[in-house]
């Protein structure tokens, strides 16, 4: 279970990564440009811990989905991004994807 613990760091380390880059104003900005950094740097260490136990196709894809799905919340959210019909039905089929592979796949790590 640790490993799925460390796939969720990875994840929340990759959000506030990529949310915060946005304000780094192409790294002209200092302090969320160390967010950044340091943000990428807690996802891909957390990342690579879970691939000793998750397949890296999985990990990879419940890391990419999921961090997909939340940023663009996010964005929506603080940001005013814009999201019609289709994005949100995009965005819920990336998250079912993600479901299917833990769920239903024999290929997860269980």
């Known amino acids: 279970m640790k490993h799925w613990l460390f796939l969720t760091i990875a994840i929340l380390g990759e959000v506030i990564a990529t949310t915060t880059l946005k304000s780094t104003d192409g790294f002209t900005k200092l ?13 891909f260490y957390f990342l690579s811990l879970s691939l000793k136990s998750i397949p890296v196709g999985i ?3 419940v ?12 964005a929506w ?10 994005g949100w039905i995009g965005i819920g089929l990336i ?13 997860s790590a269980h």
Do not use: E, H
């Open 95 to 107: 998250v079912c994807g993600v479901a299917v592979l833990n769920l239903l796949s024999k290929t």
């Open 59 to 61: 990990a990879y894809a």
């Open 63 to 74: 890391w990419a989905g999921l961090g997909v799905a939340i940023v663009t919340g996010i």
């Open 31 to 43: 302090i969320p440009s160390f967010v950044v950094c340091l943000g990428y740097g807690i996802s």
């Open 77 to 86: 959210l603080v940001y005013g991004q814009k999201m019609d019909t289709w």
